[in-house]
């Protein structure tokens, strides 16, 4: 019965946006307010009330037997990229309304109330700006300096919030950052390989990681390629690719520490066959949960760099451009959730989110937990993107299990046994 309650539900949100080439919802766009207002429509028929804030946010609230206490959260998004898949973020909203029919179904009331959020804009491919929504509710969005941001239409960010009956000058009022929350909770499709190959249930997630990025320059001389004698070039392109073979060798040697390392970008200029590179600019990103270990692997980096230099005469120049502090989510909070996992027998793991969710905003302002489930061949922001309703469901009853320990307890700051 809820399987195919669940199944139903995705599928409806899963009709708006939809393509042969994958689901289009892009922040603030048509598509994802036809999504907004199902979400409205499923809330107000389940008896909560439903607000949308200056974000763009969609919150919509059961009532508490003590409407005083701080809310507990759930939710995800509903917004995509371009051509994604049917169950990142909204498999969190679907779950989230899944539990409120289930309390109202069992008729169980909680001391704290719950709200439900399909938050606004988590995905950067409209504006290149990442959880406006969840960012602005934890009081960390400044729309200064972005507000001509423009998508691929030339629409900028201004504009788009109007569309969207919002006014960007009003974003900060989303915050919430002052207000006591009692916990939030995410499920999320894990969008990695681990759960699956493990064959496991949930991924409870303990930290989110942030990216270190650095623009690396590597200027050379530009000569001919057939009258250059090879040792007497100075040839940015393979002073790069060292340079690109060091990273993979300083990721590879904190993989205990569960970091990552990639040059997913390089150009070369000229860029003519027959013409040895004067310039290659290549694009790294280093992530990990473990601040330290990230500033092992800039240091290794940083010193194949010099070494590139000095051995094939080129000078380099390299430019922080983000430098982020990663994620732990608070013990208690994912203890409590490992303990309902082994309350329910479902199989789990403890995790490392290597993307950014939701979560990781919330996370600064309320106790929050992050509930991963497996997804097929770790595909995602794909049109293929695919985990099974069986997956989903575990979830919710997992997220349930969660948001009741923590909405019944009768006081303010109990925190769940
Ligand atoms: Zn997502």
Not at 15 to 19: L, V
């Given at each position: 019965m809820s399987i195919r309650r669940i199944e139903q539900t995705l599928h409806q949100f899963n009709?708006?946006?939809?393509?042969e080439d994958g689901m289009n919802r892009l922040a603030y766009t048509k598509s994802e307010r036809k999504a907004k207002e199902l979400f409205k429509e499923l809330c107000e028929s389940e008896n909560l009330r439903v607000r949308m804030d200056h974000a763009g946010n969609m919150i919509a609230r059961r009532e508490g037997v003590n409407p005083t206490l701080p809310p507990v959260l759930t939710g995800s998004h509903l917004d995509t990229v371009i051509n994604g898949g049917k169950y990142d973020g909204t498999v969190g909203v679907v779950a989230a309304i899944e539990l409120i029919r289930r309390l109202n179904e069992q008729q169980i009331q909680t001391n704290h109330p719950i709200e439900i959020i399909s938050f606004a804009a988590e995905e950067s491919s409209r504006f290149g700006l990442a959880t406006i929504g969840s960012k602005s509710m934890a009081g960390n969005f400044k729309p200064r300096n972005v507000e001509n941001l423009k998508d691929k239409n030339g629409i900028n960010l201004e504009d788009a919030f109007f569309h969207a009956g919002l006014n960007l000058s009003q974003v900060e009022e989303a915050s919430r950052k002052n207000e006591t929350i009692k916990a939030f909770f995410e499920v999320h499709i894990e969008q990695g390989p681990v759960l699956e190959r493990e064959q496991l249930d949930i991924g409870v997630v303990t930290g989110i990681a942030a990216p270190t990025r650095l623009k690396v320059t590597v200027k050379g001389k530009a000569s001919h390629s057939g009258t250059t004698p090879m040792d007497f070039r100075n040839d940015a392109f393979l002073g790069a690719s060292e340079i690109g073979l060091a990273v993979e060798r300083a990721a590879k040697a904190e993989a205990d520490n569960g970091t990552v390392a990639t040059v997913g970008d390089c150009t070369i200029a000229p860029g003519a066959m027959n013409v040895v590179p004067d310039t290659a600019e290549m694009k790294i990103d280093i992530r990990s949960v473990d601040m330290e270990s990230k500033q092992k692997v800039m240091k290794y980096v940083k010193d194949a760099i010099k070494n590139v230099e000095r051995k094939r005469g080129l000078s380099v120049h390299s430019e922080l451009l983000t430098n982020d502090e990663p994620v732990i989510l608070k013990q208690h909070v994912t203890s409590s959730i490992l303990q309902t996992c082994e309350q329910l027998s479902v199989s789990y793991r403890e995790m490392a989110s290597g993307a950014g969710h939701d979560a990781m905003n919330m996370a600064r302002i309320c106790p929050t937990g992050l509930i991963f489930i497996p997804c097929r061949n770790g595909l995602s922001h794909h049109k293929d993107e695919f985990s099974s309703l069986d997956a989903i469901g575990i979830a919710c009853d997992v997220l349930e299990k969660e948001v009741l320990k923590w909405a019944l307890s009768a006081n303010r700051n109990a925190i769940p046994k």
């Open positions: 009709k708006i946006g939809y393509s």
